[in-house]
């Protein structure tokens, strides 16, 4: 069994720069408060654009195999679109718990909290990334901004959603002159609680917005999946990828092994599953996969400190949204990498642990490195 080590484990802050960065209003909340956005780069034509709403990556430009840059995540225009009920975690810091939490319960230290059931894949309801309002819909502060990183806070109340304990969590997003992509976080809490923060952008490599995804090349660095039920839930032991759709060890097409019968794959509509790493790396990071567009040459390499990766296929995107420039997302127009715990980890014994308890710090590391071919 894995242990919480994995959840704990210290990294390293990369080199930023003491200019300040870019910062323009995004913006107005329903309740008057105004978002703002902030630009960060390099010298290598790559930028990311991140807002306090939710600590969200709203966009991220790197360039092709002819030097041509374009934004390669899914979102919207202004914070009012991230706001919204239509956002499907686009660009997001999911928590205090992301991905599922089987039946909106969980038992910590002999008591049983309730958490919102706000997700009913295949009918059956559970928790997702937070609840109703988790930490994407939350205004976050600034703890420091640079023209290469910046670090957001947010104290989320004992008692938020369900959640126990009064949780101190910070994020960094930082774009290194390597053309990488790092976001950083810790949480520390004042009583025992669950964690499982996740970043959720929706990525497509082409130079081709609301395109389909499915012709991206895909490996993954596991060889074991947890399969679920109807639910999406982990149904109990991990089993090999070898002979099934799932089968990432190797480049592959996304869209090869999704047909229109995704019943007889027992898909529950396309990828949505959490993958094992094969080494994961808890005391640094571990290489998770590898995206490849072959039209653009793009290609994005992840590594974690997280034991686990969940690919979405964006199966459930709805086209008749508009998200930037007017640009209508259908089904697989982007895909999703989040690095993680195992899902329902709070009940699920065989699981890494996702307690956090007072005096330990909570630590999860994403970088993702652009190159084009």
């Known amino acids: 069994m894995l242990t919480r080590l994995c959840l704990l484990a210290g990294c390293h802050p ?13 913006g107005k909340l329903s309740d008057g408060r ?7 780069g390099n010298q290598k034509k790559m930028t990311a654009k991140v807002t306090d709403f939710g600590a969200t990556l709203v966009a991220l430009s790197a360039p092709d195999r002819e030097g041509k840059t ?6 919207f225009d202004t914070v009012e679109g991230y706001a919204s009920e239509a956002n499907p975690c686009f660009g997001a810091t999911a928590g205090r718990f992301g991905n599922r939490i089987a ?3 969980f038992t910590l230290d002999d008591k049983t909290y309730e958490l919102a059931t706000n997700n009913a894949p295949g009918g059956i309801p559970c928790h997702l990334h937070g609840g109703n309002v988790g930490f994407n819909k939350r205004m976050w502060s600034v703890v420091q901004a640079t023209s290469s990183s910046v ?5 989320s109340a004992d008692g938020e959603e369900g959640y126990p304990g009064t949780l101190t969590t910070r994020v960094t997003y930082t774009v290194t002159e390597d053309n990488e992509l790092i976001w ?16 959720h952008s929706y990525w497509n490599l082409s130079n081709q917005p609301g395109s389909s995804a ?55 509509g396309g990828y949505d599953h959490c993958w094992l790493l094969n080494q994961p790396d808890c005391q640094g990071l571990a290489p998770v996969a590898r995206l490849r567009e072959p039209g653009s040459g793009r290609v994005m390499e992840l590594f974690s400190n997280q034991p686990a990766v969940q690919f979405y296929a964006g199966n459930f995107l709805d086209e008749n949204v508009s998200g930037k420039n007017g640009v209508r997302y259908g089904p697989q127009s982007g895909l999703c990498l989040e690095t993680e715990n195992f899902p329902d980890a709070p009940n699920q014994p065989a699981s890494p ?3 956090l308890r007072p005096g330990e710090t909570y630590r999860h590391r994403m970088v993702h490195r652009f190159s084009a071919e």
Do not use: C, W
């Not at 374009?70 to 979102?75: M, P, Q, R, V």
């Not at 670090?151 to 104290?155: G, Q, V």
């Not at 991990?238 to 898909?267: C, H, N, S, W, Y």
């Open 14 to 26: 990369p080199k930023t720069s003491t200019q300040s960065p870019t910062v323009e209003n995004f």
């Open 34 to 40: 105004e978002a703002k956005l902030y630009t960060l």
């Open 70 to 75: 374009a934004d390669l995540t899914l979102g």
């Open 103 to 105: 039946g909106g319960r």
């Open 151 to 155: 670090t957001f806070e947010y104290i």
């Open 184 to 199: 950083d976080v810790t949480a520390t809490t004042d009583a025992p609680t669950v964690v499982n923060i996740i970043h």
């Open 214 to 268: 499915k012709d991206h090349i895909l490996e993954l660095h596991a060889d074991r999946y947890l399969p679920t039920d109807a639910g999406l839930i982990p149904t109990g032991e991990p089993a090999p990828v070898a002979g099934t759709p799932m089968d990432f060890t190797q480049p592959a097409r996304v869209g090869e092994r999704i047909t229109d019968d995704f019943d007889a794959l027992k898909l529950a």
């Open 353 to 355: 642990s996702p307690i």
